[in-house]
């Protein structure tokens, strides 16, 4: 078979224009190339958006690591709190009994403070009777004062009351005869 000489510019006898192989290899050659390009392009898009989401990974990642640190130092705060708790718990037992305890004591100092009332009504009631007898006494004092001052005022000496009472003696004796 022999070649035509086909040209670019000239169509055929069918008016269709022939290209050579060398032209239909460039022309897929430049449709690989642009396809290329364009992949590239892509990759590139890609490869950027890739780096970026792999940023935001990394903080996350960061984050996350922190976000550990502070979940374990919570779980230590969490473990310190429930020791406290219990410690509270405890001394609100024993408060609980010390109270239980001061109830008690108030019982028995009411009941102390009843009898004691009582013992100053009693008191009360024996100074009353006290004063009536000093008063009494007071009074009888006075008798006795005045009657001492009375006697001391008329006393006789030993001899003469002895005179007196030798004579009130024969006086006495004579009237029985």
């Given at each position: 078979?022999?070649?035509?000489?086909?040209?670019?510019?000239?169509?055929?006898d069918?008016?269709?224009?022939?290209?050579?192989?060398?032209?239909?290899?460039?022309?897929?050659?430049?449709?690989?190339?642009?396809?290329?390009?364009?992949?590239?392009?892509?990759?590139?898009?890609?490869?950027?958006?890739?780096?970026?989401?792999?940023?935001?990974?990394?903080?996350?990642?960061?984050?996350?690591?922190e976000?550990?640190?502070?979940?374990?130092?919570?779980?230590?705060?969490?473990?310190?709190?429930?020791?406290?708790?219990?410690?509270?718990?405890?001394?609100?037992?024993?408060i609980?009994?010390?109270?239980?305890?001061?109830?008690g004591?108030?019982?028995?100092?009411?009941?102390?403070?009843?009898?004691?009332?009582?013992?100053?009504?009693?008191?009360?009631?024996?100074?009353?009777?006290?004063?009536?007898?000093?008063?009494?006494?007071e009074?009888?004092?006075e008798?006795?004062?005045?009657?001492?001052?009375?006697i001391?005022?008329?006393?006789?000496?030993?001899?003469?009351?002895?005179?007196?009472?030798?004579?009130?003696?024969?006086?006495?004796?004579?009237?029985?005869?």
């Amino acid at each position: 078979m022999a070649q035509k000489n086909v040209s670019k510019n000239k169509p055929d006898d069918k008016g269709v224009y022939r290209s050579t192989k060398r032209d239909q290899y460039t022309v897929v050659l430049e449709d690989l190339r642009s396809q290329f390009r364009v992949f590239g392009e892509g990759l590139s898009y890609v490869s950027d958006t890739l780096d970026k989401h792999t940023e935001i990974l990394d903080d996350h990642t960061k984050q996350f690591k922190e976000i550990r640190g502070d979940i374990t130092e919570i779980r230590g705060d969490i473990v310190e709190i429930k020791g406290d708790i219990t410690e509270i718990k405890g001394d609100i037992v024993e408060i609980r009994g010390d109270i239980t305890e001061i109830r008690g004591d108030i019982v028995e100092i009411r009941g102390d403070i009843v009898e004691i009332k009582g013992d100053i009504t009693e008191i009360r009631g024996d100074t009353t009777r006290t004063n009536e007898h000093l008063t009494k006494a007071e009074a009888e004092l006075e008798f006795v004062k005045e009657q001492l001052s009375i006697i001391r005022h008329n006393q006789v000496t030993r001899d003469e009351f002895h005179l007196l009472e030798t004579r009130v003696a024969r006086l006495e004796h004579t009237r029985k005869q």
